[in-house]
């Protein structure tokens, strides 16, 4: 069985090449839960959705998020009420029947993963989709002045347009792990930290109180793919991030942000050069093409991935895997 740490459109295109390679019954995908957000009454989770729509074949293709094949009609009649305040987080028709089915099910008393379940289920998915926790998990963005910004704000509204000073994960110190999540952690034969935010995606499952004491122990189980090619991010403000919070751009920032919880780090061919800063960092580095343009280089970095750290009865380490200290 393999976990996968996820954000979300990285995360959900290294889902979409895994299932290529292995049964999507063996997978269990452990989801970021600190976007989430409440807006007209309605729970949002975008990360879960976004790995729904995605493995499903609904995603809109145009911007990683959403449905194909959207209407805005709700939108167009709620900015007649209220104005461009009221819209700025754009919720397509048919993607608001996800929100009020959620927030009807946990007006009813079932849980976040219960209701991802059933919405994963409706969408045909086969793998396990499992909130890092049932509990509410909410990244906040202080800058320098002091202001504090919800994640939706900072990403959409300020479209991450502004320096960050600090970021917190509301709630993660008292959540308590999802039903599985733990457990999944501990006997999954593989665990995966896809090519997701270091900082606001990957940061908030971190923050789950005993999910890092797992990834300590199993560290040389655990392979992340860097979400920074060639100094920049693929998508989103994470390079900004990983330089603002006063680590770096680079794959080899991104080693030494995950180290302690990862014993190999996939790095892109157009890194490769990076390789021994990498391993100083006590990880080891794999050099492939991460870039998942097509769903067959998709498949590609999930085979590598899978395949990084090598076949049963054969030895992980390689003379530039270094243990940190
Ligand atoms: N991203 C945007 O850039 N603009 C939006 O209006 C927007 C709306 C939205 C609605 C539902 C949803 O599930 C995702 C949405 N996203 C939007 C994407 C979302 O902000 C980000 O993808 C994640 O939170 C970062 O992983």
Not at 84 to 109: K, M, N, P, Q, V
Not at 124 to 132: E, F, I, N, S, T
Not at 297 to 317: D, K
């Amino acid at each position: 069985m393999i976990a996968v740490l996820c954000g979300g459109v990285g995360a959900a295109k290294m889902l979409g090449g895994l299932v290529q390679v292995v049964d999507e019954s063996e997978i269990t995908a452990i989801v970021n839960t600190g976007d989430d957000t409440v807006m007209h009454g309605l729970a949002i989770c975008p990360d879960l959705d976004t790995i729904t729509y995605t493995l499903s074949g609904s995603v809109n293709p145009e911007t990683g998020w959403g449905l194909t094949g959207e209407s805005w009609q709700a939108m167009g009649a709620l900015e007649r009420l209220g104005g461009s305040d009221r819209t700025w987080f754009r919720l397509g028709d048919r993607d608001i029947g996800t929100h009020l089915y959620r927030t009807g099910r946990l007006a009813e008393g079932a849980s976040l993963s219960e209701v991802t379940a059933e919405i994963a289920a409706a969408f045909g998915l086969r793998l396990a989709l499992v909130p890092v926790s049932d509990d509410p998990i909410r990244t906040v963005l202080t800058l320098p002045s002091g202001a504090e910004l919800a994640f939706q704000e900072y990403f959409v509204k300020l479209r991450h347009d502004v320096v960050v000073e600090s970021v917190r994960y509301e709630g993660a110190a008292r959540a308590r792990p999802g039903p599985q999540v733990i457990e999944v952690l501990e006997s999954a034969d593989l665990v995966v930290i896809a090519p997701s935010n270091p900082v606001v995606s990957i940061g908030p499952i971190l923050a789950v109180p005993g999910v890092t004491a797992v990834l300590e122990r199993r560290r040389r189980d655990v392979v992340a793919v860097s979400p920074i090619v060639g100094g920049v991010a693929l998508k989103g403000p994470a390079d900004r991030l990983l330089v603002e919070l006063g680590g770096e751009a680079s794959a080899d920032g991104v080693a030494r942000y995950l180290a302690p919880w990862i014993g190999t780090l996939v790095i892109d061919e157009l890194d490769a050069g990076l390789a021994s800063l990498v391993a100083d960092a006590g990880v080891r580095a794999v050099v492939a093409e991460t870039v998942m343009s097509t769903p067959d280089r998709a498949r590609n970095l999930a085979h590598t991935v899978l395949g990084s750290l090598g076949s049963p009865g054969q030895p992980r380490e390689s003379s530039s895997q270094r243990e940190p200290g």
